[in-house]
């Protein structure tokens, strides 16, 4: 069913693309100036859509900030992980930082992800395993 819904957002966009697309050429070729706003207001609609598709992403991304209890990272038995909201971690141990690196969260219908190290590791995965968090909702 979240196949579905992915499939719908994605023949919206094309819908909308092929709207504008038309419209715009048709405008030019019959210098009809209706057609012409037309295609402007489609265009105006899929960027619209498209801000509100990635402010709904951020949202969700920042869901995940906050502190994570890690249980499994080597050499470190209270180490805890900082996801920050500008997209980057901080592994700490005490009040040291152990490692830094980047993280972005993806999502399907189905599953989410957070990924560190530019898609190196998973939180929750080896040796980011964590036990409870502290997440922080901007």
Same mark, same amino acid.
């Given at each position: 069913?979240?196949?579905l819904?992915?499939? @719908?957002?994605?023949? @919206? ?31 105006i ?7 509100? +598709? ?6 969700d ?6 502190t ?12 805890? @992980? @900082? ?12 009040n ?16 989410f ?7 190196q590791? +998973? ?16």
């Open positions: 069913m979240a196949a819904g992915e499939l @719908i957002v994605f023949l @919206i966009y094309a819908f909308i693309i092929s709207l504008t697309v038309i419209l715009l050429f048709v405008s030019i070729f019959k210098k009809s100036l209706i057609l012409f706003i037309l295609s402007m207001l489609s265009g609609f899929l960027t619209y859509f498209t801000v509100n +598709q990635w402010k709904n992403k951020r949202k991304e920042l869901e995940n900030v906050g994570y209890n890690l249980t499994n990272y080597p050499n470190c038995k209270s180490c805890r @992980i @900082i996801l920050l909201d500008n997209n980057c971690f901080k592994v700490m141990s005490e040291k930082v152990v490692e830094r690196g980047d993280w972005h969260f993806e999502q399907g219908g189905d599953y992800i957070v990924f560190l190290n530019n898609r590791n +998973q939180l929750g995965s080896f040796p980011y395993e964590y036990d409870r968090y502290d997440v922080k909702v901007k």
